[in-house]
Every structure is written in structure tokens, then in C-alpha cells.
């Protein structure tokens, strides 16, 4: 019999300065048993560091037609494209066809996650932009979690701090290009 997904609640208090959006959300999150902590860590670190109207968690990590993260418009056009952890160029060249904007995040070492990519045809990759954190950050947060969770989620000037279940933990906003 195959395992179903854990769900975890996610209350958060998100305060972006950088881009000047203040909210309070209340996140349901799948974590389905092939997905590790970290990458749903980072799942949720992108939805909230992308919060806009219109965002959306994806079908699941096994959907091949959304990404992890979407944003559309009041009628149905997708916006962003978020993929975590360490996708395939063909997918992000796919995604940046669909997309206005196509953004990575993940919990891994970005170089490696930049490597494979290297001469591969990627739709407008030079537009692409891959983020990470600091080494350890999202294992650190990924320890912490609990089925049920109070977050607050900071930024200012590219950093990110960070308060879950009474710990708090902080780390810079990697930024790189692919193209």
C-alpha cells in the first residue's frame, strides 16, 4: 500500500520589506513521501519570498505540467514559473516558454545546480534567476519543523530572517544567473 503525503500548516507572518509586501497566511502543504524536508522548506521559503497574488502551490512534485510554485493572473495566464531544488533544462526551458518569469530556488549547492545546464537550450535563460541560501539555512529550518507551525518570515536588503516554533535563524539571499 502506498504512503499518502504528511500534511503540515504553516501560520505566517510575512514582512518584505525588499519588495513591500506585509501579509498574514495560513498554508496547508502536502509534503508528499518521496519529498524530503528540505526541499518543502525551500517549497514554502518561495512561496512566501514570491508571495503575490495569484500564487499558487503546484499539482506536486510528480505533476511534469506546473511547477512547484505558480502565479497566475485573474484569468488563468501564468506569470511565474518557481521550480525548487535542482531541475532539468529542458523543464525550465519549457517553463520559460509558458512563463513571463522563471525563477529557482533551492536548498543545494548552486553550482552544481548551474553545472548541468551549461550549453543546454534554455528559452530566454539569460532572464532565469536561481536562488539559494546560506549553507545549512534550510536543513537548520528543515529540523525545526512540525506538523503544525508559526513562522515569521522577514526581509530586508536581500537577507532573510526567520522565526519558526521559537528559533530563529537567518541567512543572505543568494542570487545568480544562468545564462
Known sequence: ?????????????????????????????????????????????????????GIAFGEGISSTEE??????????????????????AERLHHGSRLAERVVVYT???PEKVRGPWAGKRIHRGDEIVLRSFDPGFVDDVAARLERRNALTLSVTEQRIYLELNGATLESEIHEHRIG
Do not use: K
Open 67 to 88: 511547477p512547484a510554485v505558480v502565479v497566475r493572473d485573474l484569468t488563468g495566464r501564468l506569470l511565474t514559473w518557481i521550480e525548487i531544488g535542482a531541475p532539468d
Open 1 to 53: 500500500m502506498a504512503l499518502g503525503s504528511t500534511m503540515y500548516t504553516f501560520t505566517v507572518q510575512l514582512a518584505d520589506v525588499d519588495r513591500g509586501v506585509y501579509d498574514d497566511l495560513a498554508l496547508r502543504v502536502a509534503r508528499h513521501p518521496s519529498e524530503t524536508d528540505a526541499y518543502m522548506v525551500t517549497r514554502v521559503l518561495a512561496y512566501g519570498l514570491e508571495y503575490t497574488e
Open 107 to 109: 536548498h543545494r549547492d
